[in-house]
């Protein structure tokens, strides 16, 4: 019988990929602590977090590389752990860093192995091999040694072997980290399509902005605990931007001068940093902690100050990452 | 019966299915191999050289205290050939399957393998099929070459039961690599465990020189030793000329110890694959 999701009680089709109050330790250490997850057919979850957030561990869990220590993981209505190959066969998974190709072989030689150890025979499997190179550009770098590959061309012929046998669940482990925008649009193309053609997808990154418009649940992981949960706008609900990069203008003055004249204006409700050259007329505008952005651009106005452009220091979604994890730019786990 | 025979027709198709990817796994090890090409064309000169090296060193030896074979007394290379030919193939047997699987773990391709729907003893038949088959083509292609460079006198009556003698101690190098490489995906390092029981195994084999010469315990002990057995047999056949009639024995000892060893091995690697697993540590190395 091929492995399928099961039926709740009240008829509907479980979840493809569900995670219930799952822990894992290594020792005293605890990398994921009662998460929850669940992906339906169809859907695009993210799974976002610092490193050493648990997200690899998350993915390991689900394919049944690691056990959980405790709680419930199921994919297709089974356990990893104890899957079938029937159910190893309708997952596919693009693992993180390049390290899981024979790099004296190459592409089309390794993605032909692969396919063959999914059951192909070697006609279909070269068939199969030369489509999913086609799908991530890679027709031409075919012949070439892995060794050779790039990077981003690593993490490309990763997504092909995962696209080989059109899996039912697809595990995506920071797909597009070091991938030029480009590659990485190509890719989250490419996902997407198989996420429409039906397949529930996991998708670990560190790299927030590109799940605005292509997950459609987010968890945020950090110290292993679920920190957020829900739609990519409710996590951009939750930042609240205190610096922004202004670009002022005032008559002949510029630099440090207009930057003193525009931080007299502010009254206290907030600091300007100089960005760039001397005669730069862009500044970070620290906003104090009870000032309003609206008041602070008012009190620049109203001074004869012209406010030229504003915006977010960082995306909004970056702003909620920190917000909900703690982490500030640049502070070291 | 009619419940049976689905359950059996669908174990023996999936069998069927896990040994088409074979030819997979030896193309690929083909192909790897082949993009070392030097490294073939050294190996068939360092086994040249190390065959000239025991033919100065048999110049010294007197023939007197070598054993005699089917009624003839051996010259020092044809026997010592037999040894080198046979401990060679144990040590490069039992390096390669013990490394196989650790190659994939450094590699980082192991992971990607166990994601496939493929069985575990696929993938460990599988990482060890290419060794299995060039490993016996290299042992003949020795054999042929001292032949003919040194003049070397091999029964030809003996080669097909020395070829028995070889395909079932193949098993037993096979069963002791496995267990290695259990103890390598346990323990991150295990090669100098494998040296150190492949020198034990050697010094107790008579590879290099006659048996008598050990202490009596040791004499012993070495009627145990699967590796003694083997020489001892291929030596009867090949220089010997026994035929059938001196390898019976041989096998019957051979066969179940053969079992025996791969027996053990699959079962040490999946406990140790479990373990691993348990622990989150398979991809570390």
């Known amino acids: ?333 | 019966m009619s419940a049976a025979t689905p359950v059996v027709a669908r174990r023996m198709s999936a069998a069927a299915g896990e040994l088409g990817k074979l030819p997979a796994f030896l193309r690929r090890d083909f192909l790897t191999a082949w993009s070392y090409r030097a490294a073939f064309f050294t190996d068939a000169a360092a086994l040249f050289l190390q065959a000239l090296s025991f033919y100065f060193v048999g110049l010294m030896v007197n023939p007197e205290v070598l054993p005699s074979y089917g009624g003839e007394r051996a010259t020092y290379l044809e026997f010592v050939a037999v040894g080198i030919a046979l401990s060679v193939f144990m040590h490069l047997g039992l390096g390669r399957v013990a490394t196989a699987i650790r190659n994939e773990q450094v590699i980082g391709t192991l992971e990607s393998l166990l994601m496939t729907p493929t069985a575990t003893a696929t993938i460990q038949i599988g990482s060890v099929v290419y060794d299995a088959v060039y490993i016996p083509i290299r042992t003949a292609m020795f054999f042929a070459v001292i032949g003919i460079a040194f003049g070397l006198h091999f029964e030809p009556s003996g080669f097909v039961p020395a070829l028995l003698v070889l395909l079932a101690f193949i098993p037993f190098v096979w069963g002791l690599g496995i267990m290695s490489a259990a103890a390598t995906l346990t323990f991150k390092r295990g090669t100098g465990g494998i040296s150190f029981g492949v020198a034990i195994l050697t010094l107790g084999s008579g590879a290099y020189f006659p048996l008598d010469l050990l202490p009596e315990w040791a004499q012993t002990a070495a009627e145990a030793n699967p590796l003694a057995i083997a020489i001892d047999a291929m030596r009867n056949a090949l220089l010997g000329g026994t035929g059938w009639s001196g390898i019976g024995q041989t096998l019957l000892l051979l066969v179940p110890l053969s079992a025996l060893s791969l027996w053990a091995g699959f079962m040490t690697f999946r406990t140790a694959l479990r373990r691993e697993r348990r622990r989150g540590s398979l991809g570390l190395y």
């Open chain 1, 1 to 333: 019988m091929e492995p399928g999701p099961a039926q709740r009680a009240d008829g509907a089709a479980a979840p493809v990929v569900e995670l219930v109050g799952v822990s894992r330790r290594f020792g005293a250490k605890t990398a994921l602590d009662d998460v929850s997850l669940a992906v339906d057919r169809g859907g695009i979850s993210g799974l976002i977090g610092p490193n050493g957030a648990g997200k690899t561990t998350l993915l390991r869990l689900l394919t049944g590389l690691l056990d959980p220590s405790s709680g419930s993981v199921r994919i297709l209505g089974h356990e990893p752990t104890r899957a079938s190959r029937a159910l190893r066969q309708r997952i596919g998974l693009v693992p993180s860093g390049d390290r899981s190709f024979y790099l004296r072989i190459s592409g089309i030689e390794n993605l032909v192995f692969f396919a063959r150890m999914h059951g192909l025979r070697r006609r279909a499997a070269l068939a199969e091999a030369r489509r999913a190179l086609e799908e991530v550009g890679l027709t031409d770098a075919g012949r070439r040694p892995v060794g050779e590959y790039s990077h981003g061309m690593q993490k490309r012929l990763s997504v092909a072997r995962a696209l080989l046998t059109r899996p039912d669940v697809m595990l995506v482990d920071e797909a597009t980290h070091d991938l030029d925008p480009g590659g990485a649009r190509r890719v989250r193309e490419l996902v997407a399509d198989i996420a429409g053609s039906g397949a529930a997808v996991v998708w670990a990154t560190q790299r927030l902005d590109e799940l605005r418009g292509f997950a459609d649940h987010v968890v945020l992981l950090s110290t292993g605990t679920v920190r957020f949960s829900g739609s990519v706008p409710d996590l951009v609900a939750q930042s609240v931007a205190r610096r922004y990069v202004v670009r002022l203008r005032n008559g002949g003055l510029d630099g440090e001068e207009l930057g003193a004249v525009a931080e007299r204006l502010l009254a206290g409700r907030g600091t300007l940093t100089m960005l760039g050259g001397g005669s730069s007329a862009d500044y970070l505008l620290s906003l104090s902690p009870d000032a309003v952005l609206g008041e602070a651009l008012a009190a620049l106005t109203q001074g004869r100050m012209d406010v030229l452009t504003c915006h977010e220091e960082r995306s909004e979604v970056e702003e909620a990452f920190l917000a909900l994890t703690g982490e500030e730019e640049g502070s070291e786990r």
